[in-house]
């Protein structure tokens, strides 16, 4: 079977590194490119960081692309209390081999989008993708699958009402979710499912790779948030899940939804209410409701462990 084409729009951040090397490390998937968008850290660094994690890959064959620098209608996040000041970890890296690509991250997806059938994985605020259907009325038909890591039912992680990529830009979420394309969402109530352990990351350092050795690291620090925040040390993949979910379809259970994007609260701005009644049963949005860790995890391990010097 061809491997799914494959362009990844993101905010890296730490989980966000992990789903890209997933991504570069299974067969079934052919990363054509990577946009950076403003979330967990400023534009600047999501970008340096993207292309951190694609050298580090040694994939100097995968344009990398800024998109945009500022949400529709939201401040821009400065720093970043879950990823460190650089977004990955704090760090030390060397000049990333792979340089930045000067197309516009935005019109990078459009042209990806006109070169054939492709999925849109977003693991980030969906500033870039909302100013893709704004700029370019009814591309949003010409995408084969968007997967999108957000959102999440009474519950938040950056607010109690509200999770980090749908809070950091709610216009740009609600102008996504309104526009006609297959979406599979894959919420908070889906990732904290999913969860690396301290034993995977000690089998990471264990390969004795670059790749096992700067996960682990950029993990430490995550696993000392996630400690501080949830009282223990399982580090939540969210990221991760809008990956897995192309590697193998049967491995999420899903069903049909519909989403609505509060803008207007108080205590309330990026709330996502995903509507599971049977009338929706049909519907374009799919949510992400359960998965299997030990299966989850297995796999990671494999796939990451392929990603030699
Ligand atoms: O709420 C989790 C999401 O916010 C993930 O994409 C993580 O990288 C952060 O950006
Ligand atoms: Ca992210």
Redesign the pocket.
């Known amino acids: 079977m061809a491997p799914t084409r494959v362009l990844i729009d993101t905010?890296?951040?730490?989980?966000?590194a992990v789903a890209i090397l997933l991504a570069l490390a299974s067969p079934e998937i052919e990363v054509v490119a990577v946009t950076a968008v403003a979330?967990?850290v400023p534009l600047d660094k999501t970008a340096l960081n993207a292309r951190r994690i694609v050298a580090l890959a040694d994939r100097h064959d995968i344009p990398v692309a800024a998109g945009r620098a500022e949400p529709l209608s939201a401040p821009v996040v400065e720093d970043s209390v879950?990823?460190g000041r650089d977004g990955l970890g704090d760090l030390d890296w060397d000049e990333p081999a792979v340089a930045l690509d000067p197309r516009d991250g935005v019109e990078l997806i459009a042209e990806m989008i006109g070169r054939g059938p492709l999925t849109i994985v977003a693991?980030?605020?969906l500033t870039n993708l909302a100013v893709l259907v704004q700029r370019h009325p009814g591309i949003d038909r010409s995408v084969a699958h968007l997967v999108i890591?957000?959102g999440a039912s009474f519950q938040g992680?950056?607010t109690p009402a509200a999770?980090?990529?749908i809070w950091?830009d709610p216009e740009a979420a609600r102008v996504v979710f309104d526009a006609d394309w297959p979406i599979t969402l894959m919420p908070?109530d889906l990732?904290h499912q999913a969860y690396l352990t301290d034993d995977d990351l000690a089998y990471l350092r264990s390969l004795g790779t670059e790749v096992g050795r700067r996960v682990a690291a950029m993990l430490e620090p995550y696993a000392q948030f996630h400690e501080r925040w949830y009282g223990n040390r399982d580090v939540?993949m969210?990221?991760a899940m809008a990956v897995y979910e192309l590697l193998d379809a049967e491995a999420i259970e899903k069903q049909g939804v519909r989403v609505a994007v509060e803008t207007d609260g108080v205590h309330s701005r990026g709330a996502t209410f995903i509507d599971r009644r049977r009338e929706h049963a049909d519907s374009l949005v799919r949510v992400g409701l359960s998965v299997d860790n030990d299966l989850f995890r297995a796999r990671l391990r494999e796939r990451l462990a392929t990603l030699k010097d």
């Open positions: 905010d890296p951040g730490v989980d966000d979330g967990n879950v990823h693991i980030g605020p890591m957000g992680n950056v999770e980090f990529n950091a908070l990732t939540i969210h990221d």
